[in-house]
């Protein structure tokens, strides 16, 4: 099984119209298991544009990431057909397998809870909850704006429940921890995929350069602050300053880290506590700079974890 992830802009066009409409027709045409586009919050790409979706700010090109799991010859073909479409962003493709093939009870790893945003096929509320108790390093649920489920395209509308609108629930740690909170939540997921990933302070230089290139994710709190501005704005200025080849800031709506109990979004909050993702894909080289940068930045509850990434192709 393979999952390709697409950064691009929501500006992006495909003839006369979005690119993100483009992408995700396309995820349901090639038979995809799952897919979701997700809104992100700051980033930039290869040729160092910063995009965000902050109020008053000269941007109007939030980021944008498309992510899709399933067959690796379905999810190949539709990465060609997105190579021939756009003509901005990056691809990145990686193999995953499903919760019954993973066997090391301590091994690491990202596990990638699929299903719909809310109502009673909802998975993500008590896979949080269960995640928690049984002591995942870190969680937060994703919502999508469009995507495939059960062979079913669903976008976010502005005047409906949307409850079929993919979502996504993201964890790190120690597979026996989570294989026992995904035990509780057994046939609420349409869709669980896992990957391997270093959580340890230091890359595993010789497994992670042998692929083509590296991801770099940092899990914190969108208030995370060391001065005045939140961790995650200063790490992405960071990277671009230093010349990383890219980085995307994902904002959660509900989450934990650490030992923080699961929390969220707040309706009329000054300051909202969700959990905030920033995940940097460069070569493997670059990629251990980067890495240390992230955890330059980690508090108390921070997560940073690192994965070998098969293939990327940088679309201009």
Not at 209 to 214: F, P, Q
Not at 288 to 304: H, K, M, N, Y
Request: glycine share 10%; net charge negative; with cysteine.
């Amino acid at each position: 099984m393979s999952q390709l992830r697409f950064y691009f802009g929501e500006r992006d066009r495909c003839g006369d119209g979005p690119l993100d409409a483009a992408v995700m027709a396309a995820c349901a045409r090639h038979g995809v298991s799952a897919a979701a586009l997700l809104r992100a919050v700051e980033g930039f790409g290869a040729k160092q544009r910063m995009r965000t979706d902050r109020m008053l700010t000269l941007s109007e090109d939030p980021p944008l990431v498309a992510v899709a799991v399933g067959e690796s010859g379905r999810v190949e073909a539709l990465a060609e057909e997105i190579h021939g479409i756009a003509d901005d962003g990056l691809l990145a493709l990686n193999q995953v397998t499903t919760a019954d093939r993973v066997r090391g009870s301590g091994d690491q790893v990202r596990v990638t809870i699929w299903g719909p945003r809310t109502g009673s096929r909802s998975p993500h509320m008590s896979a949080v909850d269960a995640l928690h108790r049984h002591g995942a390093e870190a969680a937060m649920v994703l919502l999508g704006v469009d995507g495939v489920l059960d062979g079913e395209r669903h976008r976010a509308r502005f005047v409906a429940s949307n409850h079929d609108v993919p979502a996504l629930t993201v964890a790190v740690g120690e597979w026996g921890r989570i294989e026992a909170a995904l035990a509780e939540v057994d046939g609420a997921a349409p869709l669980v995929t896992v990957e391997a990933v270093e959580l340890s302070s230091r890359i595993e230089g010789e497994r992670l350069h042998s692929a083509a290139a590296t991801r770099v994710t940092y899990l914190t709190s969108e208030i995370e602050a060391r001065g005045p501005h939140p961790c995650y704005l200063e790490l992405i200025h960071r990277l671009r300053e230093e010349g990383a080849a890219g980085a995307t800031a994902l904002r959660g709506v509900w989450g934990f880290r650490g030992t923080t109990p699961p929390h969220g979004d707040r309706v009329l909050g000054l300051r909202r506590d969700v959990p905030i993702l920033v995940e940097a894909i460069d070569a493997p080289e670059p990629a251990t700079r980067w890495r240390e940068l992230a955890l330059s930045f980690v508090g108390a509850d921070d997560v940073v974890h690192s994965q070998p990434i098969e293939k990327t192709l940088t679309l201009e």
